[in-house]
């Protein structure tokens, strides 16, 4: 646990840096189109990199500050996106909620029955979340 505290800040870095990679694998290479609440969850991860990045080489902890809102909000877009996916509870509640030309509740991969898109956005932002609040706990 105390390796974590210490690296806390590179493992989240990571953690963004597969995120943006995947996210910008899925639509560059395998061109699939993004819909609406994707292009909502890359507009919250992709600053997380740089941000990230230059507190890692600046050792600047100040930015968990700036950054956890904006994990928290991601994981809260992907778990609605990831519900409009997997039910038809958010679309009984909310309506149709994706106004793009591509419906959220597509599925381009699936694996294991569960693994989405938008269940992989989400549990990045789940992990950035948790190693950016080990730290504040441990300061």
């Given at each position: 646990m105390n390796w974590i505290k210490k690296h806390n800040l590179v493992l989240a870095w990571i953690v963004a840096i597969v995120a943006m990679s995947g996210s910008l694998y899925f639509s560059e290479v395998r061109k699939f189109i993004p819909c609406s609440f994707c292009w909502y969850q890359r507009i919250l991860m992709y600053p997380q990199v740089l941000l990230l990045g230059i507190a890692v080489f600046k050792k600047d902890r100040n930015i968990i500050t700036y950054v956890l809102p904006m994990t928290?909000?991601?994981?809260?877009?992907?778990?609605?996106?990831?519900?409009?996916?997997?039910?038809?509870?958010?679309?009984?509640?909310?309506?149709?909620?994706?106004?793009?030309?591509?419906?959220?509740?597509?599925?381009?991969?699936?694996?294991?029955?569960?693994?989405?898109?938008?269940?992989?956005?989400?549990?990045?932002?789940?992990?950035?979340?948790?190693?950016?609040?080990?730290?504040?706990?441990?300061?």
């Open positions: 928290m909000i991601g994981a809260f877009i992907g778990t609605i996106h990831y519900l409009e996916q997997k039910t038809e509870f958010i679309s009984n509640i909310l309506g149709h909620t994706c106004q793009s030309f591509v419906p959220c509740n597509g599925e381009y991969v699936n694996y294991f029955g569960f693994v989405t898109i938008p269940f992989l956005s989400l549990t990045a932002f789940i992990l950035i979340t948790i190693l950016l609040s080990v730290n504040k706990k441990g300061e």
